[in-house]
């Protein structure tokens, strides 16, 4: 029967409570991505039910054009729509760094090669990654309040 070597045990340890945070770090991320989905989702329910007035009133008459609001309205939408697609793909980006880095550490371990210029840049790339992520989420507030700003004050 063989006995694990107490120094590899150690090391395998050792291994598992560094990619701890990493992995608490990617349960973060799916969480703002479920935020993220949820306001697309929003957004495109918004944007069909647009498009379905629009078209049930073609129908009604061929000859139906949408006024200057609906179609200010809509460009709007579809601009939030891509911003927060934009803040979707960096979130899954920041989240995929991540998994890069746990596997740059255990790999290290495996192949026993000087791993830490990798984890180093592959964890300031996630983190760079988040912080497009966020300022994006951010941006998507705003125009999200913004429109509301003006619709009170009748612009939009």
Aim: charged share 15%.
């Amino acid at each position: 029967m063989l006995v694990p070597d107490d120094a590899v045990v150690a090391n395998i340890s050792t291994l598992i409570q560094l990619s701890v945070a990493p992995v608490f770090l990617i349960a973060g991320v799916a969480g703002l991505l479920n935020v993220f989905i949820g306001r697309l989702a929003r957004i495109i329910d918004k944007l069909e039910a647009i498009d379905h007035h629009t078209l049930i009133e073609k129908e009604k008459n061929p000859d139906f054009q949408e006024n200057a609001a609906t179609v200010k309205r809509r460009n709007f939408l579809v601009k939030r729509m891509q911003n927060i697609n934009s803040s979707i793909f960096f979130g899954a980006a920041t989240g995929l760094m991540v998994a890069l880095v746990i596997l740059i550490i255990f790999s290290s371990a495996l192949f026993d090669f000087n791993s830490k210029f990798f984890i180093a840049g592959s964890f300031m790339t996630a983190m760079i990654f988040l912080v497009i992520s966020l300022i994006l989420f951010l941006r998507e507030i705003h125009f999200t309040t913004s429109f509301i700003k003006g619709k009170r004050k009748g612009a939009i």
